[in-house]
């Protein structure tokens, strides 16, 4: 672990975030678990696919 990281979690530890802090973390996690498993279980449409884009082979 980094330095940083320990100074941090003391710091939290002393004085934690607020209740609407963590609120507004869970529910971003929330809703990017929701998209995800739309998109698992739905699918994307056609227009959002990435097209890969094609390589040349030489043939000698």
Known sequence: MNIRHLLRM??????????????????IIVLCLVLFAIERWIGVPDWMQME???RNKITH
């Open 10 to 27: 003391s710091k939290w530890a002393r004085k934690p975030p607020s209740d609407t802090k963590v609120k507004l973390v869970i529910g």
């Open 52 to 54: 890969l884009p094609r």
